[in-house]
Every structure is written in C-alpha cells, then in structure tokens.
C-alpha cells in the first residue's frame, strides 16, 4: 500500500510537466489548428528563465576584505552580489535563495513575447499549409532556439536549486500511519504540483468564465463559424498562443530545482508531450491533463523494481506502449472528439 | 431480376427510422433515378448502397452478391464506379494518369505489385487511357495537372475515370449539387452522351427533379425514408403523391 | 537504356559519373592551400554522402510519394546496423552477407511496424512510428543488451567464433579479401586524391539504389503510390486498397535505411543505440526535405549537402575565421568573427535549423525547386518565345 502510494507520488510531478505542456500543445492544435513541435522549446526557455535571473540575481562587486588573507597569504576578495548591497545581507541573500520562484514573475513577461512574437511572426503564415509542414518548420524553429540557448549557457546542465525551506522532504508515512521513512516526498515536488494544479485551474477557468475564453472555446469548436460572426478570431488565437508559450515557460521554470536545466531538456519532454496530447485526444483539454498525470503515474509504476523483474525494460517504454495501444484502439485518445485531425 | 436489388431495407439511427421497408430495384442497361426532398433518406440510402452502413434489415445484392460490409475498393471492384458531389479527382496527377488509374485497378485488382515495370511500357494501358479521353475530348489536356482544370471539366474527368472501368453500375450522387443552371446542362448532357453511346446502367441519386426527367428511364421517389412510388418519368410527373411530397416540402 | 527514358538514363549517368569522379570533383583545392579545409574527398566523409544518399533515398520513396511522414525511420537504420555488425561476430569479415542480412532486417522490421502504424494517417502515423522508434532506441539501450551491447554499442571481439573467417582474410571488413580501408593517395602536384575502397562499394550500391527508384517512380506501382498523396477516397472508390500500396513503399523504404545501416557498419564495424534516436530520423526528414521531397535527385542532394556543411561548418573555428577576414581592418574583422561565430563550428545545427526553416517557408520544393525556379528565370530572360513550352514542360513532370 505504501509502496503504492510512493509511486503515485512520484509520477505527479512528471505528469504535472506532462500535463502543462500537453495542455499548452493541445490548446494551440485546437485553436489554431498547428501542430507545434517547437514547444519542447519553450518549457526549455522558461527554465532559462529561472537560469538568468539566479545569474542575474547573483551579479556581484569584488571588494578587498583586509581583514582576511587567502592561501597565499594575500589580502582576500570577497565577492558581494549586488542584491545583498542594496537590500542589506540578510534580504539579499533570501532572495536569492527565492530566484526560481521568483523567476515566474519574470518569466510571465517573456514567455508571452516569445509566444507573440512566434505566433505573428512564423505561425501565422502556417495555417492553412498542411501539417507535414508545420511539423517541420517548428521542428527547425526548436532547433534554432535550443541551439541558441546552447550558444549563451554551453551543453552542460545549470543546478538551480530551491529555496531553502523546501529542501527537505517531506514523510508522508508518518502522516498516513506508515512506517516512519516509508513514504518520503520532496517539498518541491509538493510545491510543483500544487502549482500545477493552479496553473491548470487558471486555464480551464479563463476559458470557462470570461468572454474572451468563451469566443477561444467557440473558435475550438468551429473555426469558420466564429470567423463568419465577423469576431477578430486571428487576435485572440495569438493570444491564446501566448498563454500556451506561458503555460510550457512556468512549468520549466518550476521545474528546474527537480531537473538542472539544459538546452535539449525541451525536446525529452516534447516527444512524450506529444504522446501525452495524442493518448488524451487532440484538442481535447481535459484529455491532455488526465493522458498527463496518468502517463507520470504508469511510468513511474514500471519504474518499481517489482515490475521491472517481472517485464524487463518496462520502465523504458511504457508510455509508447500506452499510446500505441490506445492509438489503435481508440484512434481518438481517451477523450477526443470527432473530426479532429481526421482525413 | 435486377443487377441491383435491395430488399426490405430498414435502418434507424437512434429513435429516428432513416429507412423503412426499402424495396428496390435497378434493371440492366437502364438509367434509374432515386429522387425525394431533403431529408427522405437518399444519403442514408446510397451509403446503404456502397457498404459504408450496413442496414438494421433486409439486403443489398448487387449482380448476385451482398455488397454489405465491404470496403470501397472491394465494391468498385465488383463493378460499380462512383461519381461524387464535388468531382474527386487525383489533383496532383496529370489527367492522363488520372485515367490510367482506373484501367490499371479494372485490370489488376486491388492491388498489384507492379513497382518494377514502366507506365509507359504499358502499351495497352496507353491506348485504352486515350481513347477514353478522345471519347470526353479531354485528348489536348492530357498533360495538364487534373487541380488546374476547370470545373466542368473536372466532372467530366471523373466521368471517364469512371467510364473508363466500363462498370456494371455507375452511381451518381447528385452529380448536379450546387451547380450553376448552365453546369447542370452540361452536366445533363453529357449524361445524356454517355447514355447514347454505350450500354450502361446508372443509378442517380438526386434532389432536383428537372434533372432527372430527360435522363431516367425510371424514377423512384423517397419520401421519410420510403419508396413512394415507382414509375417512368412521364406518369411520374404527373402523380398526385408526388406532388404532394415536393409540394408539402415547399410548403 | 536499362528501361528508362532518355531523361532519366541521363540522370542516372550524371550520378554515376558523380560518383565515380567524387573524389576528385571533392578534392578541388591542394592538399596544402589554406582552401584545403573545404575540400571533401578524404574516405570517411564521402562514405557519408553516399550512406544518408541511400537512406534519403528510400525514405523519399515514403515521404515523397505517399505523404506519409514517418519520424521512426533511423530505428531501420539501427537494426539494419546491429544486424550487419552480428553478421561480422558470427560469420566473419566477408560485409557480403552481413549487407544481405541488414536489408532482410530492415525489412522485417518496417513490414511489422508498418502494419501497425499505416492503421492511422496523418499526424497520429508519426506519432506512431515515432513511438516505435524510441521504444527500439529505449530497448536497445537497457533490456536488450546481450544483443546490443548497451551503451558500449555493438562491437566485433577476438573471443566471437567468426565461423567462416578463413586465416588469410582481413581482420577488418572486406569484400572477398578487398579491405574496405583500402585506399590509394594518388599525388598529382599540390593535389592528392584518396582512392578507397570502401566508398567505392558503398558508391556501387547507391548506384544500383537510385536506379531500383527511377524504376519505381515510373512504374504503375510509383503512380499508385502518388495517387495515394493526392486523394486516398478517390483511389479507394476506384477500386484500389491503399493499405497493400502503402505497406509496400513502408517496408521499401525500411530496406534502404536497413542497407544504409549495414554500409555504416561494413565501413566501421560497430553499431550503436544512439543511431536509432528519433534525432536521427529528424535529419534523414531534413535531408529528404532539404533536397525537395518527391524528386529524384532531391535527397540524394539534400543528404550531400547537410553531410558537407555538417563536416566543413562544424570544422571552422575563429582561427579559421581571423584567417578569412584577415585582410580587413582589425575593427571589423572582430566584428565579422564575432557575427559568424555562433553560426559556425560547433553552432552548425543553427545554421542547419535556419536553414530548414527557410527551406520549408520559402521553397517548400527544396533545392531542386530552386535549382528550377532559377533555371525558368534564366531561361525566361533568354528568350520569351519558347518560355511557354517549357513552362508546360516542367508541369508535365510533377514527380521532377
């Protein structure tokens, strides 16, 4: 039962990454009609958000500390970041040691111009051409980006740690009556899917209770007609890309404490985001939430060292499995609708 | 003994009785046409006729053989070409490859491993292809790409892929939809060509009547999923039932 | 000649008269000018051209034809590659068989993942094979070990039987006792020219490659195949199945990409996961794109073009660049280093991306359709009388 419970836990972190990319894949598909295999790109982006501003947090002013020497007996320099000369040393250092969740403020700003500026700039001319060649054009894009972000932060990954409090782990053993230690859990995995959970909420409530949302959820349904009604629907889908760019940009943020960030980190997860969309249903947001947690769960299931001796390698391929298996059997994903992607 | 006879055919989609009592049936060497307001099943029907819904009751025989269940090319390759609404046509091919296709599939099957061999070694193939463009006077387009052509002469493509399978049955799903009065014409006449030149059996679909009036050798009318009536065009015209059907439709 | 039109039996002689000559015609420079870095003849790169040229080829004679965009296809290659490299543990040395053997394969391979994944269309087949190819690449690397040796990569020891390795024969690959190293440094001046023998097998098969495609695309069969592209419900209702067709051009073009895998290893006899990634199955797309999807000479093309750039761009680094820009003022020769910089060495898959993109934008045909449009403007500005003739002319042969 434990045991059970353990590895629940452990794939709701990788499915809430699942979940918020699949989210933002399937709201651009269903809104703009794109196939977008750029926006591994841009969950990758987001965590070089968090990256950047740590770097940036952390610019510092040499100073001679007299007082004491280093090993070669000369006077040492002490390095101050800037942070901590203007708000004093205490408040400077908390902050820095807040820079990821602080990150998302900064991040918010530029993942929607990316998302603007991706949408006007190259998308757009992609929707009515055929879906082989938006696979391909996003496919050189996320090339581009990666390889810009490999040009500025190199190859290797960049640790970008937590803050403090939420270092430790959490023991939900003794919580649930368990022995101590059976159950332990990280407090970041807690805080990323909680944050998840309140991202996802955010979305479906924008669509579901405000006017804009309602037009975006019309344009889903039918396209033409929404245009027909003579409602500036091309406005609002590029909004809606920026939001989708936001989404992918927060879930990397946050999750660079779980998984030091680096330039290829965006495709990894795109070819299992897609997985994720295809097992949920195109188009279909609920679906690519549930495909998502469900996904992290099973994956992280095969993981046990039980199922492992028993099929060997399971770990490796579940979600293809999954997805193979509901492709041929429900060519529509768990919750797609009809007339989607459909020839 | 019809080449196509369908027997009691019912079909409901939920509550809804699309089909009820269906009897029909198509004689050799004539032209029947299925005509009936919207909504009286001929949709329903014709997908009935194709294999593509397979009916709650009765039977679909077509030359001796049940044509329920199959697949397209499993229908077509029993014999019976299919013209569609809006004229489909490989738009990436040329239009002489357009009409080889066909003479390639009638002579073939289905499906024929062929991958070794030249198109233009096909001496046979070739000759036949040309005389059924002489035969539509598309010879001179022969080379253009099939998407470049005009609508007219897309419909009149897809005629002579059709004909070219010399098929048992030629069904025709209202071949004039959405077109201008001129179009229809044309459409007409060379229905009315084809009709002349050869032997052949046409089944028409159809919502306008007009249309069928100078084509049909004999007409039956669907009205809430049921043959009304059957007969040649003239009494046909002049029946009380059908009037009553098309004029309850206007009203 | 051989069954094919005066166009084609052209085509195909340029391509062998390429091949033949490559080393030459890649070696332009001498050895020891400082053009030298561009030249391209030295064994190991031309045996690459000719490898991703079979590879884009077959996997054209898909993509091309039929539409069907398959994002598994290095998992061919990676098999055929294990296979090749199996042949050499347990046979011996002799690339004969182990070529035989990787294009069985790749065969079986795509007929049975083929069967599975040409159940969808668009999209969800990419998905599909896509999915295919990570999970032979994920079992490759950890459950099946004993057959592929993991991470190490497959690799022929001195404790494997080699049943038929005879005593006199290379203890590296050969054909019939010819090694596949084997090469001979012709020395004419400045210039040197390497002769291997590797290449030329590899450069054979292409050959015999790209004939077996023209013969396809001009067959019924290549017809069929393009009909599919254009309107699968017309092709159906004229009493053709698609499913047979496509299967067929999936398991071909799994047999080229099993060949390519088995030249790679008779060249260097070992074979690694990493060649099945979906990364690699991304560049063969590339390549095929790059070139011009659904043309003849298109991927050969497209897979020389990204293979030389790949070698040259990847080999630039800013001394090579100070060299260049030597000759300008000192200002703006760091500014023109600092510019190029990130494009070159080892930011070549920048330039690649941009590249690609560029290419799917503007000229969706790739090479050959610029090669095309800048014959028309060419030509149009030669003579207008006859411009209209061509123009018919090159609508006449789509598949071009």
Redesign the interface.
């Given at each position: 039962m434990d045991a059970i419970l353990l590895q629940i836990l452990n794939g709701l972190d990788k499915g809430s990454a699942y979940a918020l990319i699949a989210l933002g894949l399937t709201l651009i598909f269903g809104t703009l009609g794109v196939v977008n295999f750029a926006h591994g790109a841009l969950f990758m982006i987001g965590a070089f958000c968090a990256v950047t501003l740590q770097r940036i947090l952390t610019i510092s002013y040499e100073t001679v500390d007299d007082s004491r020497t280093d090993f070669l007996g000369n006077p040492m320099t002490v390095e101050t970041p800037y942070v901590q000369a203007w708000f004093g040393p205490e408040t400077g250092a908390t902050i820095i040691d807040w820079s990821v969740p602080l990150a998302i403020l900064f991040a918010i700003p530029i993942m929607l111009l990316v998302g603007f500026v991706m949408e006007r700039g190259l998308i757009k001319h992609f929707y009515k051409r055929p879906h082989a060649d938006q696979i391909l054009v996003t496919f050189g894009l996320a090339i581009v980006l990666q390889e810009i972000i490999k040009y500025f932060y190199g190859a290797n990954p960049i640790p970008t740690p937590a803050p403090d409090v939420f270092s430790g782990s959490f023991d939900f053993g003794v919580l649930l009556g368990f022995d101590p230690g059976a159950i332990i859990y990280p407090y970041w995995r807690l805080v990323y899917f909680v944050f998840a959970m309140a991202v996802i909420s955010g979305v479906f409530a924008f669509l579901q209770f405000t006017t804009f949302g309602m037009v975006v959820r019309a344009g889903m349904a039918d396209r033409e007609t929404v245009g027909l009604l003579g409602i500036d629907i091309d406005k609002r889908f590029t909004i809606m890309f920026g939001i989708a760019a936001g989404v992918a940009g927060l879930a990397g943020v946050m999750y660079t404490p779980i998984n030091a960030p680096n330039y290829h980190m965006g495709m990894d997860f795109l070819v299992l985001s897609f997985v994720v969309v295809v097992v949920g249903g195109m188009g279909s947001l609920p679906g690519a939430v549930l495909a998502g947690f469900l996904l992290g769960i099973l994956e992280s299931f095969a993981s046990m060292t039980a199922v492992i001796d028993l099929i060997p390698g399971i770990n490796q391929i579940i979600i293809y499995l999954v997805a193979i298996i509901v492709l041929l059997t429900r060519p529509r994903g768990l919750m797609g609708r009809k007339g989607v992607m459909e020839e | 003994m019809g080449i196509l006879e369908v027997k009691n055919v019912n079909k409901n989609f939920g509550g809804l009785k699309a089909l009820s009592e269906v009897n029909l049936s198509v004689k050799e060497n004539s032209v029947h046409a299925i005509i009936g307001p919207n909504g009286a099943g001929k949709s329903t029907l014709l997908n009935c006729l194709i294999g593509k819904l397979i009916p709650d009751t009765g039977s679909v025989m077509f030359d001796g053989q049940s044509v329920l269940g199959r697949k397209p090319h499993e229908i077509n390759q029993m014999g019976i070409s299919r013209v569609f609404q809006t004229p489909e046509i490989f738009g990436d091919l040329t239009v002489f490859e357009n009409v080889m296709i066909p003479i390639f599939a009638k002579r073939d099957g289905s499906f024929r491993m062929h991958a070794f061999e030249s198109v233009a070694h096909e001496r046979d193939i070739v000759e036949e292809a040309e005389a059924v463009l002489a035969d539509v006077n598309m010879l001179e387009k022969r080379d253009l790409h099939a998407a470049s052509l005009s609508r007219g002469d897309k419909r009149r493509l897809e005629m002579a892929m059709c004909l070219s399978q010399k098929p048992k049955l030629l069904l025709l799903d209202e071949p004039t939809a959405g077109m201008a009065r001129a179009d229809t014409n044309n459409t007409i006449d060379l229905l009315n060509q084809i009709k002349a030149k050869r032997d052949i059996t046409m089944c028409i679909i159809e919502h306008d009547m007009h249309v069928v009036f100078s084509l049909a050798d004999r007409i039956t009318v669907l009205a809430q999923g049921t043959p009304l009536v059957e007969d040649t065009p003239d009494k046909i015209k002049g029946h009380p039932k059908v009037q009553e059907a098309y004029l309850g439709e206007a009203a | 000649m051989l069954?094919?039109?005066t166009k084609d039996t052209w085509l195909l002689v340029i391509v062998a008269l390429m091949t033949l000559f490559a080393p030459f015609l890649l070696n332009p420079f001498p050895a020891n000018s400082s053009l030298a870095q561009f030249n391209a003849g030295y064994p190991d790169l031309m045996q690459r051209f000719v490898i991703f040229g079979i590879f884009a080829i077959g996997f054209n004679i898909l993509f091309g034809l039929t539409?069907y965009?398959s994002f598994g296809h290095a998992a061919f290659l990676g098999v055929g590659s294990y296979a090749a490299v199996w042949m050499f543990k347990l046979l011996g040395y002799n690339v004969v068989p182990a070529i035989i053997l990787s294009v069985i394969v790749g065969a079986v391979f795509a007929l049975l993942i083929g069967f599975?994944s040409l159940?969808?269309?668009?999209?969800?087949f990419?998905?599909?094979t896509?999915?295919?190819a990570?999970?032979s690449f994920?079992?490759a690397?950890?459950?099946?070990t004993p057959i592929t040796n993991g991470e190490t990569g497959l690799q022929v020891y001195t404790s494997d039987p080699q049943y038929f390795q005879r005593s006199g024969a290379p203890d590296i690959p050969h054909f019939f006792g010819l090694e596949m190293r084997a090469t001979e440094t012709l020395r004419m001046g400045g210039w040197s020219f390497d002769i291997n023998a590797g290449y030329y097998l590899c450069a054979a098969v292409l050959l015999v490659a790209f004939y077996?495609a023209i013969?396809?695309f001009?067959?019924?069969?290549?017809?069929?195949l393009?009909?599919v592209?254009?309107?699968?419900?017309?092709?159906?209702?004229?009493?053709?199945?698609a499913r047979?067709?496509t299967l067929?051009a999936f398991v071909?073009s799994g047999m080229y990409a099993g060949l390519a895998g088995g030249l790679m290893a008779s060249m260097d006899p070992l074979a690694g996961a990493e060649r099945m990634q979906?990364?690699a199955s991304?560049e063969v797309?590339l390549m095929t794109?790059l070139g011009g999807a659904g043309t003849l000479i298109g991927p050969v093309l497209g897979a020389g073009f990204i293979k030389y750039f790949e070698n040259i761009f990847s080999k630039i680094n800013d001394g090579v660049l100070h060299g260049w820009f030597g000759f300008l003022p000192d200002g703006i020769e760091n500014v023109l280093v600092t510019v190029v910089h990130?494009f070159v060495g080892k930011?070549w898959?920048?330039t690649?991306?941009?590249l690609?993109?560029l290419v799917?934008?503007f000229l969706?045909g790739g090479l050959v359709e610029g090669g095309q449009r800048i014959g028309k403007y060419v030509f149009r500005r030669r003579g207008r009388k006859a411009g209209g003739a061509e123009a018919?002319a090159a609508?006449?042969q789509?598949a071009e």
């Open positions: - | - | 069954g094919l039109n539409g965009l599975i159940r969808r269309s668009g999209i969800y990419s998905i599909l896509l999915a295919f990570q999970m994920a079992l690397y950890s459950v099946l077996m013969r396809l001009r067959s019924p069969f290549g017809m069929m393009r009909a592209k254009s309107n699968q419900q017309r092709l159906n209702y004229t009493g053709l199945n047979p067709y067929a071909i979906w990364t991304g797309v794109i990130p930011g898959h920048l690649l991306g941009l690609f993109m799917v934008i969706p018919e609508r006449k789509p």
